[in-house]
């Protein structure tokens, strides 16, 4: 039995379009692809045989990856997300201590929502576990693999 995961509603939402897809749309691509393969004869040194059942494994393993992961999953609900402290779902503006002026914001989401490029960093990163159960005021510091960050916590809020 896997962890149970948070999401938000579009989180979950993607994760169930991209189920979709794969059991409805990339199963049956995927399957053409080998019957293609084998009426190429002799299946020991095809190819493409070989690439087609590989691209059938890996889409196997994210089909069931997501079905346990939306099976266990918690939707959430941003109305009822306090702001007392750094909970999942919280966003907080972070003044950079080692960085004059500087002054960065994220949002703590599941590693299934992360997405650094939109400030949405995993509650599970070496930022996000230092960051959860902080207040506002809080100075934070955080080994990371390039080394220390230095933060104090500016605002905590629900976007």
Sequence with gaps: MSDRIYLTRDGYNRLKEELYVLI?????????????????????????????????????????????????ATILDPKLIKTD????????KLKNLQVE????????????????????????????????????GDKVHITVPKGELHFEILDIFVK
């Design 24 to 72: 409805h749309q990339t199963r049956k691509e995927v399957l053409e692809k080998i019957a293609e393969a084998r009426s190429h004869g002799d299946l020991s040194e095809n190819a493409e045989y070989d690439a087609a059942r590989e691209q059938q494994s890996q889409t196997e393993a994210r089909i069931a990856d997501l079905e346990n992961k939306l099976s266990t």
């Design 85 to 92: 402290k750094v909970y999942i779902l919280t966003s907080v």
């Design 101 to 136: 002026d500087e002054v960065i914001e994220y949002t703590l989401v599941s590693s299934e929502e992360a997405d650094t490029d939109l400030g949405k960093i995993s509650v599970r990163s070496p930022v996000g576990r230092s960051l959860i159960g902080k207040t506002v």
